[in-house]
């Protein structure tokens, strides 16, 4: 696969009319994402013995953790009169009861054991006909995962992102609920154009003076999983033909955003859903951060923001202070948010796409082949 | 009719894969109930001067007490601009008047006998020929009752539960409005397999031991209008081939519910959406609980709950004070509202029956044949 | 055109059947109003240098302050991605900045002047080819009109009273949002039928007895432009055949509106949806009160009520306190919501027009002209 510019061969989509997503049908279909990937959805510590109900691409899956410490999923919904079985309770070990007429499943297989209220030889479990079903589920990484399609859950190892799994490793993040489209928010994740006007005042750009504009190249990385941009380029004033100068001044305290040791985050996207920005900081030295968007319902994502970074235990100490007492705050809540904001806020199609959205084209080609198969 | 034990002939509906609700047509149409009953929609108490608006079957009525004592109800809409007429004031005796131009109604006929700002000679009056419609309209047992369909009523007697009207009896009640089907709710109500598990643990059932299982026999009663469950034989801890022991123990403070003098409560239902249960307690004596659901629009439905009891003042004292003491917070608020929240998260279909569900079978069938007629 | 009585002619048409408004078809389509006018949309003084959007006939406009002054309306989304452009800001005189990507518009014409994050040669620039829609707005009498239909838009003189204007004059006036068909509005405010009825015992007619009933002249103006209601006839006490005499007395300390000096204001009506109501009071002399009813969206209109009148400094300061000190509060809060609440409740169609409804009737036929052109 290889890197490619995509700067040329793309610029008939990007300047085009109303190119639209047209170009990208099963893209455009994907209103509740990819669900043959694996999906974050909880914070393990949330799940506990209490069954709790959690959407992941227009399912809704009951969790809920057994006696030996794993967690299970079902299909919220119990066959026989439709309540959910997150309503319901563990009354034996391995198996979850719903509350109305205390049907009893089998967390592991679905398979209904007992019809409580009809008593041992209740013809409705002798007949071993009714299952709810289940979902292939994983906790790694201090995080449940859920696997949302039919079929087979693939192994989970290239979903985890190794460095959240790292021996020497710090992980922080947070999680909560949006509204708007995933692919608004993947596509505003990975586009190079805006974070140099929308994010210019924000707080955590205090001393950074971005670019006016940019020329990247998306590269695809030699396994084809990840989509990376780098600058080519960047120009941090310029004279406008009909505008005039922007930005009119630097101010004296920001340094150049991407020049010298000061350089700019590397930002890399991949299926189905999952950010990452490379930051290398003065004081804190490398550290990675990852946004996952997980489809819930249409019209609804998940948003998961994390901190990674490696290293011995006073690094670790320093990079847990600092994402709590700053980065969280300043990152995770101000600068993002006016992300989520715009997001909340897209109305497309149509659209009409300018040179920069080249990143974006890149991410739907990569989703639309992921699709294809 | 009389007495007729549905578990041999239903086993192929209750057990069949998705027998559903297309076994009842009808009743599976009929989301706004039975229109052709009279339903309850109110304590007389509520209903005075000032016009109110209640919803039952779908229509909205307002109901308004006149000088003569007696309640009427109009369709709440003025023909002239469409506005609802539980606006409006009671101008002249015996009629009620629309708040925007005074269009004035004859409670009794509906009959427009004058508009009155446009004088005595007024063409839309002299015409005669508008009317708004009107609804049978009763009151009994301190409840207001309406008949929502078209057509004659038929007598309210035999709809009005004599215990309701008894010269030594008690009637105490609540009145609330639910989210859900009434069908859900009255299916419910009439479910004898759901107590044993959802209300185990409430504090109504804090003396009481539940069978773990039981079977019944649904008998309808020598008029037709009833149907009771009768409990043939009780099991009170089993042991299940799947999940072991269940209960797995008796509290030594719990009595087995059902045997001895301390008897479980028989159930009654009828349309178009009654219930009754007969309780016999070892301080009270008998007592009954009823719950009316009336249909109020899609999705909604108006939830009657009283408890009657009769006998000498004394008796009636302690009825009274026992139930604003303990059973309308025990019972009415706490134990009724697992039911409600169960119904409000109800998704059916589809739906898979069980043995037990016999008894919701026969109500079906109680209910399709009535709409058949 | 001159004056007419619609009575006799317009007969059949209030008392037939079910008339409605199948005689208009294109005011039965007009939900979003008629946009080739200028419509009032805010106060002069909330339209700043922040970016606001204002709703008009079914568009959603951006208004913005620019640095000359001026006040301009751009189509609220950005071409680009969907973004509203009132997220944006106002980076360089004269545009609007989207707040994404920075695609800079200008006030003026909606040219894409530069988008800045894809520096000064940015292809989607070049081609000259991208604008988003303007509005024509115009600032008069401390108001920001719009002219929400496509091409070129009237001079819009004509459409501001002179009476807002006038250079001894006062403006003092409100303006709400509200929940209706901005046509039920404009009928109830040229509606000769309801206030005999509706306002009859509102604070605001605490001193005057108003008619029973009257026989009105509904008139056109000598330009066409404004249709007017006259009061032939007035009865302020009658007898109805079948519910007697109403109103049964007339308190002492009220005098009968419209006879001797306390005459009863005069009404009229013109396109869009504009109402004057001329009061001559025994101490301010004459004033008069104006509606606006603004489409918004479907189902909402914008409600604009306003004070006007003339003279020299000291009646001027007396309308002032007198306006801000009870007409503001007993009028248009407090009598016209009476108003508002009836429109917010309203069902139709269907309906059944009667006699006083001819001012209705040829509000809607004028109306029907306009849109017929």
Redesign the interface.
């Known amino acids: 696969m290889g890197a490619r510019s995509g700067g040329q061969a793309l610029?008939h989509q990007v300047?085009g009319?109303v190119p639209g997503r047209s170009a990208y049908p099963l893209y455009d279909e994907a209103a509740l994402g990819l669900p043959n990937f694996w999906h974050p959805v909880a914070f393990s510590r949330r799940i506990g013995r209490k069954p709790r109900a959690v959407e992941v691409c227009g399912e809704t899956v009951v969790l809920v953790r057994s006696e030996d410490g794993r967690v299970y999923g079902l299909l919220d919904?119990c066959?026989?009169?439709?309540?959910?079985l997150s309503?319901g309770r563990r009354?034996?070990p391995g198996?979850l009861?719903c509350?109305?007429?205390?049907?009893?499943y089998?967390l592991a297989t679905g398979r209904l054991?007992?019809?409580?209220?009809?008593?041992?030889d209740?013809?409705?479990?002798r007949?071993r006909?009714?299952a709810v079903r289940t979902f292939p589920v994983e906790e790694r990484a201090g995080l449940v995962w859920v696997y949302p399609a039919e079929g087979e859950a693939p192994p989970i190892g290239p979903h985890v992102p190794p460095e959240f799994e790292a021996e020497d490793g710090v992980l922080a993040g947070r999680i909560t609920e949006q509204v708007g489209d995933w692919r608004h928010a993947a596509e505003a994740g990975f586009d190079e154009?805006?974070a140099?006007?929308?994010h210019r005042r924000t707080l955590w750009k205090l001393f950074r003076f971005l670019p006016?504009?940019s020329s990247i190249e998306v590269q695809r990385s030699e396994d084809g999983r990840w989509l990376s941009r780098r600058v080519t380029r960047r120009?941090y004033q310029?004279?406008?033909?009909?505008?005039?100068r922007?930005p009119r001044r630097k101010p004296f305290w920001k340094v150049l955003e991407g020049e010298g040791k000061k350089s700019a985050a590397r930002v890399s996207i991949r299926l189905p859903g999952v950010l990452r920005v490379d930051f290398r900081g003065p004081v804190l030295g490398n550290y990675t951060a990852w946004e996952f968007w997980v489809p819930t319902r249409l019209g609804r994502y998940r948003y998961l923001q994390f901190l990674t970074a490696q290293g011995g235990l006073p690094k670790r100490a320093m990079v847990r202070s600092w994402y709590w007492g700053y980065m969280r705050w300043g990152y995770h809540v101000r600068f993002n948010d006016q992300d989520t904001?715009?997001i909340r806020?897209?109305?497309?199609?149509?659209?009409?796409?300018?040179?920069?959205d080249q990143s974006i084209v890149e991410w739907r080609r990569m989703c639309e082949e992921a699709l294809a198969h």
Do not use: Q
Request: charged letters at 20%; one cysteine or more; glycine letters at 8%.
């Open positions: 610029s300047t009319a919904r066959p026989h009169r439709g309540i959910p309503m009354e034996f198996t009861t509350v109305y007429h205390g049907w009893t089998d054991l007992a019809a409580l209220t009809d008593g041992p209740s013809p409705i479990c007949s006909g009714v154009g805006h140099k006007y929308l006016a504009w120009v310029d004279d406008y033909p009909d505008v005039g922007w904001e715009v806020n897209m109305r497309t199609p149509p659209e009409r796409l300018y040179r920069p």
